[in-house]
């Protein structure tokens, strides 16, 4: 991936909510102590990445190819459900602890996009500033376009970029199968307890691109964070956070 191929980022992305924050029974994962809340649109439909049963996770995939196909032929279902379940095993390999599969369209043309959420460990060493250090590292990685933002759960990274995404040849006419180029953005907000939580949006389409970051916008601006004992959690700029009298 490489800075030179990052698509724009569309003028009207914004990172400012759409609704109101998350109620305590919304989309979450939890950081130890830190509860990380956000609204997903409906359009997205969850991908049962940590369903245990193998049955049970077959039958939950062929379920979501029905919802985000409703009125399409068996065989259309099928096709989603064997890309969504072909696709598990590398967001499982990114750490995601959520991920969530849109099908839709853009005039005629069908576009799809995965949004995933991670947790990872925050960058080492003696930094007081994770944003400033997370944002150096992604620039000498030369991973796209990369930008400091606010968000108002907190100070946050985003990135947007274009990698090689390879497509199984279960999936193509062609048995070696191909590679497809996969625009994405992903945003880092560091957490005060030496986590950073990872959101990202990836799609394969390119009609898709402005819609789905937007929507990616909205989604991150309605990160909110809790305390174990659900105290709503703001993180503070690093700036913010020096007692000029120390």
């Not at 191929?5 to 989309?27: C, D, V, Y």
């Not at 072909?86 to 799809?112: K, W």
């Not at 950073?196 to 389409?205: C, D, F, G, N, Y």
């Not at 964070?225 to 503070?236: N, R, S, T, V």
Request: glycine residues 6%; aromatic residues 4%.
């Amino acid at each position: 991936m490489t800075a030179s191929t990052a698509p724009a980022a569309p003028s009207k992305l914004e990172f400012i909510p759409t609704q109101a924050a998350p109620r305590p029974s919304g989309t979450d994962i939890r950081a130890d102590d830190i509860h990380v809340r956000w609204v997903m649109p409906e359009i997205f439909h969850d991908i049962p990445l940590h369903e245990e049963d193998e049955d049970e996770a077959v039958r939950l995939v062929e379920e979501l190819a029905q919802k985000a196909l409703p009125g399409a032929e068996v065989e259309e279902w099928l096709k989603l459900a064997v890309v969504v379940a072909l696709g598990m095993d590398d967001l499982l390999a990114s750490g995601a602890q959520y991920a969530g599969v849109c099908v839709s369209a853009v005039g005629e043309a069908p576009c799809s996009a995965t949004v995933y959420a991670a947790l990872t460990d925050s960058p080492e060493g003696d930094d007081r500033d994770p944003i400033a250090a997370i944002a150096s590292s992604l620039r000498r990685e030369d991973a796209g376009e990369v930008a400091e933002i606010h968000l108002p759960c907190g100070p946050a990274v985003s990135c947007v970029g274009t990698r090689d995404d390879e497509v199984t040849g279960e999936l193509t006419e062609d048995p070696q199968g191909l590679t497809l180029p996969t625009s994405y953005i992903r945003v880092y907000v560091p957490l005060p307890n030496g986590t950073t939580l990872v959101m990202e949006m990836s799609t394969p389409t390119p009609a898709g691109w402005d819609p789905f970051a937007t929507m990616f916008g909205n989604i991150v601006s309605s990160i909110r964070l809790f305390e174990a004992d659900g105290e709503p959690l703001i993180i503070p700029d690093a700036d913010a956070d020096t007692d000029p009298d120390a």
